[in-house]
Nanobody, 122 residues
Framework: QVTLVESGGGSMQAGGSLRLSCAIS????????MAWFRQTPEQEREGVAALDSNGKMTYAQVVEGRFTISEDSAKNTLYLQMTNLKPEDTAMYYC????????????????WGQGTQVTVSS
């Protein structure tokens, strides 16, 4: 069982930066993937960034160069640093955990946090 708790969301002007955190507790496989997803009422949940326990990372094209995913293993925390935020980044952001290989597809993730809201105004 893995418990994930997101924090750090808020309201921001376009062009600003925000860092999301995801506190991880519980059992973690030796190999794992962690990811950030986002969802709006109008759109399906989409993966924005993921990393695995081997240090590999992947990003959605719409955020590449603006968002950075990282993990502090000592603090059991996953981060998403978001820069140059745009109104279209407005969404509920979720972190998720998976025992499967690196992916931005939500189907592979079996543990989810409750989400943190990010709102970007123009």
């Amino acid at each position: 069982q893995v418990t994930l708790v997101e924090s750090g969301g808020g309201s921001m002007q376009a062009g600003g930066s925000l860092r999301l955190s995801c506190a991880i507790s519980g059992y973690k496989n030796i190999y794992y993937s962690m990811a950030w997803f986002r969802q709006t009422p109008e759109q399906e949940r989409e993966g924005v960034a993921a990393l695995d326990s081997n240090g590999k990372m992947t990003y959605a094209q719409v955020v590449e160069g603006r968002f950075t995913i990282s993990e502090d293993s000592a603090k059991n925390t996953l981060y998403l640093q978001m820069t140059n935020l745009k109104p279209e980044d407005t969404a509920m952001y979720y972190c998720a955990s998976s025992p499967h290989p690196l992916s931005l597809e939500s189907i592979w993730y079996n543990y989810w946090g409750q989400g943190t809201q990010v709102t970007v105004s123009s």
